[in-house]
């Protein structure tokens, strides 16, 4: 679950098969209660018709959390972040950062780093198609250090300069889960 729409159509799943819950935030869902195995296939089930996995196994749910302390961070979060990355996901796993970078690495394919650059890059492109902030404004809410360190970034990333990319008549935005 990487948005508030995902966790809308995670709660009216549950909802509709009566299952109680105590909280529902992204990636995680707390249950007042275990379920029983006739139960947990027809949730597995019914939230893989609906595009979602679920995930009980330890690695995926670390890799989970992961993903979305890191689109939380650049997709909701108002407040730059006070300590680099590997701290932060460190304090908050409460997990050795070499393990967590190596554990997501092995699974994803990409270090997390590069998925950050990923998610700070499709921010951008929101912003730069909302055309409400200009390039220097985008570049300070994403935390870069100058606008041409984003548009270094911009360009590795997607093979376009910042300005190109708005001016294009076709934005190639991609789905936050997808990245």
């Not at 249950?31 to 019914?46: F, G, I, K, P, V």
């Not at 909701?76 to 393990?99: G, M, W």
């Not at 912003?127 to 911009?154: G, W």
């Amino acid at each position: 679950m990487v948005c508030g729409r995902c966790e809308m159509a995670i709660k009216l799943e549950l909802e509709r098969m009566k299952i109680p819950t105590i909280s529902i935030k992204l990636g995680e869902v707390n249950l007042s209660r275990e379920l029983t195995d006739t139960e947990m296939q027809e949730l597995s089930n019914n939230l893989e018709r609906l595009g979602f996995e679920l995930l009980v196994d330890k690695i995926s749910k670390t890799i989970e959390q992961i993903k979305n302390l890191i689109v939380e961070l650049v997709h909701y979060q108002k407040d730059q972040l006070k300590v680099n990355l590997s701290t932060y996901l460190s304090e908050r796993l409460n997990q050795d950062y070499s393990a967590l970078s190596k554990l997501f690495s092995d699974k994803e394919g990409i270090t997390i780093e590069h998925y950050f650059i990923a998610q700070k890059i499709e921010k951008a492109k929101e912003l730069l198609i909302y055309d409400e902030l200009s390039l220097s404004e985008i570049a300070i809410a994403l935390n870069y250090s100058n606008v041409a360190h984003l548009s270094n970034q911009f360009k590795k990333v997607t093979g376009f300069t910042p300005t190109h990319f708005k001016n294009r008549k076709e934005n190639t935005r991609k789905q936050i889960d997808s990245l």
